[in-house]
Structures are given as C-alpha cells and as structure tokens.
C-alpha cells in the first residue's frame, strides 16, 4: 500500500469557515495530486471525533466531517466507508487494511479538526461518576495532565528544564514557518525566541503557552492505495510498516501516568520494528507527534533514538532530523497531520525547503502513546 496524494485546506484560528467545505477542497487536492477523478476513489475513512467531544459539535460538515458527507458531497460511488473512533491514525489504519484485503483500491482519508470559541480545557462538569470522580472535581485535565507528566520526568531523571525544551519548541517553530499550510506560517510570524519562550504565559507548570499546540479549525485528506497503479504522477508513498497503539490492560489510569505512556510508547516500537525489520538507524527523519513537547520526548525515547532521561541530550547534539513541518506546536493542532503530510512529501521529494537530502525513509508517530500508533514511509517498496 502506498499514500499516492494529499490535499490541505486553509487552517483558521476560529471557525469561520463551515468545516465540511473545507474538508470537500482537501479532498479534491488530494484526488488530483494522486492523478485521480471522484470515480476511482471507492473508499472514505473519517475520523469525526473531536478533541472536546460534545462542545460545540453538533452539525455534520459544520464542526465535524463524517465519511458519509465526504461521499455525498463528492459523488463518490464507495464500496466502502467508515467513521472510525479515535483521530488521524485510526482511519489511516482502517483505509490501509481496506486496500490491503482488496476491498478498496483508492480510500480517501479525511481528518477535520474543528476550533470552537471557548476556552479549551475547561471542566464545566456536573457530576463525576466513575473514575472522573478523581480528576473532574480538580480541574485535572488537559493541558494539566501533560505538566503532571513533563515534572515526573523531571523528577525520575533529574533533566528536561524548561531550558532544554526551549531547543525543542524553538525549533518547531522555526520548521513549522516553512510549512506552507502552518498558522502561524500564514500569519507572517517571525521565529520564536528562547528568550521569548522562556518569559512566556505560565499554563500549567512546567507548560506555557508555547509547550501546548494552538487549537485551530481546518481539515485535511490523504489517498491511499494499492502499490499495482502505475498512472500516478508523482511516486507514492510506501506504508512500510505499521502499528497502532493496542490498551493493554490497566491502559486507562487516569490521568495518563508517565510510565504508562512510556510503556504505551515501547510496544508501538516494538511492533513496528519488528514487522518492518527496520530500526532507528535505518530513519532519515522522524516526525514525532508533539500536542505537548513532552509527548515527542517520550516517543523519541520509546523508538530508541536514545535511552530514557537521555532525549534532552540527544537533542542539543545533533539528532536525526525532527518534526519537518514543525509539527502541532510550529504548525497549529491538526492532530498528526503535518507530521504524516510531510513525511510523505519527504520520501516522495517533494518537501521543497524543508526536503531532507536523500530521504528515503521516515518515521510518523501520531497521538500519544496510549492513543495513537506509527506508520513508516519509504521511498521504495521494499
């Protein structure tokens, strides 16, 4: 399987623009830059969920996109559609395995992410049943759950000051100012400072504001398919290897531990290396989800680009290149978008400046690690 063309729509702070045109445009970006019409596509795969299920979210093809308006909408005569549970790499995985087992040949790939106008974060809650009942009454929530994670790193290892995630975020910024369909990109931004970082708004100790990626409202949409087709006008993509997040038991403490996550973050590597028959040395980028800083850290670590408490170090070396298109926090919460868009265009040599000489093999985690999983994409097939 291969992903044979991608597609982005405008990102917006606030949703001024209704989400399911936005999500139609990414689409057919994605259709003509695989060398495809409507009528070959014969799969959808969604994502509809959003990050604050409930708020705001009512609509189809206003504040979310299901698989059933993309087929509507577009004409497309499927044979197949799903809405799936979870974000990007849950569809990802089901479109793959629809292509793979023959049912599809070409699946669009959607994920839409809605900002809606209120404060992101907020526990309005009028009871706590069940295990909510230890975090609800406490505000304990997101960002707040990553700052818990980011000081018992701290603590267990005794590294990751703000200082040296300061080489993290700075950086990300900077990549994320090449990507093309960035927020801040669009916006003109000028790169951000250690020094700027550093005096930034507190959130949630460690975490200011510039640790925690920017909620923003666009959509984007990927095509994938089977290695036969040999029209495409650009070089696919290869999948090759894949592994999503798999909740083992005991997987859904609350609020997220460290070494769960950590855990959580080993066995996705275990699988992928294992099936692929790759390693971290084999990687000529790696994008690495990064909502908070601290989740690319764990991830870095759980590849084995280093040993744990050791990411710090790696990245004020010279570490493989990181997060391209500057990820969630250069870029804005598209939720792995960025993170797999440019991977893609990377492999396939089409990243423009932010192209990494000879890139033939790169690595996308998306999600935490409880919640997400990994893809590699190469340049060749095998």
Known sequence: MAITGVGHSPVYRRPEVPLGPLTLDACRTAVADAGLTADRIDGVA?????????????????????????????????????????????????????????????????????????????????????????????????????AQQWQRYQHLYGTGSREEMAALVVRARANGLLWEHGYWTARGA????????????????????????????????????????????????????????????????RPWPLEQEQEAGRAVARTLWRRSGFGPADVDLANLYDGFGIIAVVWLEAFGFCGPGEAFGYLAADPVPLNTSGGNLGAGRMHGVPHLMDAVLQVTGRSGPRQVPGAELALVSIGQQSGGGALLLGATPD
Request: charged share 15%; aromatic share 8%.
């Open 46 to 146: 969604c994502a509809p969920r959003q990050p604050v299920p409930g708020r705001d979210v009512t609509y189809d093809g206003v504040d979310h996109v299901t698989a059933d308006f993309v087929a509507g909408h577009l004409g497309l005569a499927t044979t197949w559609r799903e809405n799936v549970g979870g974000f990007l790499m849950n569809s990802l995985v089901a479109a793959v395995s629809a292509v793979g087992s023959g049912l599809c040949d070409h699946v669009l790939v959607c994920r839409s992410l809605h900002g809606p106008r209120a404060r992101y974060g907020v526990r309005a809650d009028a009871g706590a049943p069940g295990p909510a009942q230890f975090d609800a009454p406490y505000g304990i929530f997101v960002p707040g759950v990553w």
């Open 190 to 253: 000028a790169p951000l400072t250690v020094e700027e970082y550093l005096g930034a708004r507190m959130i949630s100790t460690p975490l200011c504001v510039h640790d925690c990626d920017i909620p923003v409202h666009g959509a984007a949409a990927f095509v994938v398919s089977g290695t036969g087709h040999h029209d495409l006008p650009h070089p696919p993509a290869y999948v090759r290897g894949l592994a999503p997040a798999v909740h083992a038991e005991g997987n859904t403490l």
